[in-house]
């Protein structure tokens, strides 16, 4: 270990001597020590055995800042001190700053401005497109279309269909335990089958949806923008829109109803084996109930719904998919973006459809 | 210690790294089978090979990423296999790494990309101290000043390089690894880099492990090349010994047009 010695001295003021090594090991007690010391400084380097860049910038800093003047440096000390004083040109080290909450706000505005003005751009190039494949349908894609029906509608039917079971369940069993109060349990099909065949089917349907697949749409496409996939199609003369975003939106529209039908035939059985087993109500009567108490609108409600979602979903998905540039990193954040817009867009429309069929008298 | 310049250099004769009968491999694949392997302290060594022969996963092995299935490894006279973590740590604060592409952290700026050493290991240094390291740290590795609070994504390909040399040079090293620093960047930016490399070594008595597909700068900056070719390292020597050499990949490799093309530059 080094020792480190100050004396006063009366011609050349404070003496700082370290010994040792004057190192990055040692910053943090030199540093002090010099720090200690009043001016003027002197600061012998004779003893010192070795010395790193961060030893020689605390030297140069005391000499910047304080005028401190250094002896006994050895050719090799003094050459390192000559370099970092050479290096010194101060750095900004933190971001700028964005200017608080308001500009944030501002930007924020600005941002989901430009986003849904980019979205309706993009949906109005996706209907070019539909167009365009109108025109020439022998470009129709009938293999990507098959093999994303596979993949948005068959392999959700699982996962959906467990969730909707335990949905109808949870429903049923609230259900119960409230209306029981009131003698009125029996209403709980009416509850479980109107609420699950007009909201939730479509709208649990869609979340899942969106968390599956509108993620995959944002998350392949962007991927494949980083890779120039996207560019080296259109240089061959593929429109990205017709090979990747209209097979994607087709799949999603066509199996969206079809697995919101499923769940809500799942949440039913679910909600079913509920009142079986908790109210003893018999299936048999159960499935009679079901058909006297669902209108035939509500169905209507739910499978009108559940497109126009598959569309939001898969627009968005892809939208943001096509959105990324640069680095990796933008898949990440684009992928999140894709399936929170969605979700949002999705409720938003639900309540507007809710208003809608209000008004046309469809209760 | 990160000794730098040391007035004694007394075991200047004893290599740096020191590799013996290493033997990698993924599965069945065997990437490298027997491989020896001596850096000594001051040079630098380029590291060549075809694409596929192992010069990454040979760094990996040294610098502790992976775990050979056997074969002994030493950096800085330390044996590198089966240490702890804590053990380990304080070898790798004598050396710094230069990754392919930089792998600077993306959430954080190029300074506070080189603050992140500095704070692991010295948590003493803090304020307008480790802000000022950090900015002659920048400006050594021939970055403008402003390139301080620039986030990676906003920097070139060049200058990610050289932020993330800065962030390899935080603790002032003993030894440096570098991956490919020159691929990727134009001819003008990777001859800046062979300069720089070459000063920083003589200002900072810097001890280099070099793995690069750049026959100019092996030519312009390293002082022995190590040749890894049939899963092993087939010979380390100047170019001009290896040229003497007899070995199908080496002739091939040196006296290649572009090889014979550096040669003359």
């Known amino acids: ?363 | 210690m990160p000794a730098v310049a040391t007035l004694a250099r007394n075991h200047a004769e004893e290599p740096i790294i020191r590799v013996r009968g290493l033997k990698n491999a993924f599965g069945d694949q065997v990437v490298h089978e027997n491989l020896d392997l001596d850096v000594r302290r001051g040079e630098i060594l380029g590291v060549v090979g075809g694409s596929g022969t192992g010069k990454s996963v040979l760094m990996r092995s040294i610098i502790g990423l992976q775990t050979p299935v056997e074969g002994e490894i030493e950096v800085l006279g330390e044996n590198m296999i089966g240490r702890s973590e804590d053990e380990a740590k304080n070898i790798r604060r004598r050396w710094g790494i230069l990754f392919q592409n930089g792998a600077l952290f993306s959430t954080l700026t190029v300074a506070e990309n080189v603050e992140v050493p500095i704070r692991e290991y010295f948590p003493v240094i803090q304020g307008d101290l480790l802000d000022e390291i950090a900015s002659y740290k920048i400006s050594m590795s021939g970055l403008p000043a402003e390139a301080g609070n620039k986030y990676p994504s906003e920097l070139s390909g060049g200058m990610r390089k050289r932020a993330g040399l800065a962030r390899a040079l935080a603790l002032d090293p003993e030894l440096l690894f570098l991956d490919e620093p020159t691929a990727g960047l134009d001819p003008i930016g990777a001859q800046g880099f062979d300069e720089l490399i070459l000063s920083l070594r003589e200002k900072l008595d810097l001890t280099v492990f070099l793995i690069t597909h750049d026959l100019d700068t092996l030519y312009a900056i390293c002082d022995r090349v190590a040749v890894i070719a049939d899963k092993k390292v087939v010979a380390v020597d100047t170019i001009d010994n290896l040229l003497k050499l007899d070995h199908p990949w080496i002739q091939e490799y040196f006296n290649g047009p572009r090889g014979r093309a550096a040669a003359a530059a």
């Open chain 1, 1 to 363: 270990m080094a020792v480190t010695e100050a004396s006063p001295d009366q011609n050349e003021g404070n003496i700082f001597r370290p010994t040792g090594a004057v190192t990055i090991v040692r910053a943090g007690s030199i540093s002090r020590e010099i720090d200690n010391l009043p001016s003027p400084l002197t600061i012998d380097l004779g003893g010192v055995e070795r010395m790193d860049t961060v030893g020689a910038w605390l030297i140069h800093r005391a000499v910047r800042d304080r005028g401190a003047r250094v002896v006994g440096a050895s050719p090799q000390f003094a050459g390192l001190m000559e370099q970092v004083a050479e290096a010194d040109h101060p750095a900004p080290i933190r971001p700028e700053d964005q200017g608080g909450v308001v500009a944030e706000l501002g930007a924020w505005v600005i941002d989901a401005g430009r986003t849904l003005w980019g979205l309706l751009g993009f949906f109005g190039a996706t209907l070019l497109g539909f167009a365009a494949l109108i025109r020439r349908p022998k470009r129709f894609r009938f293999n990507a279309v098959i093999q994303r029906f596979d993949l948005v509608g068959v392999r959700a039917l699982g996962i959906i269909g467990l969730m909707s079971f335990l949905i109808g369940i949870v429903i049923g069993q609230q259900g119960a335990v409230q209306l029981q109060q009131f003698g009125a349990e029996v209403y709980t099909i009416n509850l479980i089958g109107r609420i699950t065949v007009r909201e939730l089917g479509p709208l649990m349907t869609a979340i899942m949806v969106a968390g599956r697949s509108g993620s995959a749409f944002a998350a392949q496409i962007g991927t494949m923008k980083i890779t120039e996939e996207v560019d080296a199609m259109r240089t061959i003369g593929v429109s990205p829109i017709e090979a990747l975003v209209i097979p994607r939106l087709i799949a999603s529209v066509v199996m969206m109803p079809l697995l919101s039908f499923w769940s809500m035939l799942l949440s039913i059985i679910g909600g079913g084996l509920l009142c079986w087993v908790a109210l003893d109500i018999p299936p048999l009567t159960y499935v009679q109930r079901i058909s006297e108490v669902v209108p035939a609108t509500d169905l209507w409600v739910g499978l009108i719904k559940a497109p126009v979602f598959g569309f939001i979903i898969a627009l968005v998905g892809c939208f943001q998919g096509m959105l990324v540039s640069g680095n990796a990193e933008e898949v990440g954040l684009r992928t999140t973006a894709a399936v929170v817009q969605s979700i949002f867009l999705v409720i938003v429309l639900d309540a507007v459809f809710a208003v809608f069929f209000q008004s046309v008298g469809w209760i």
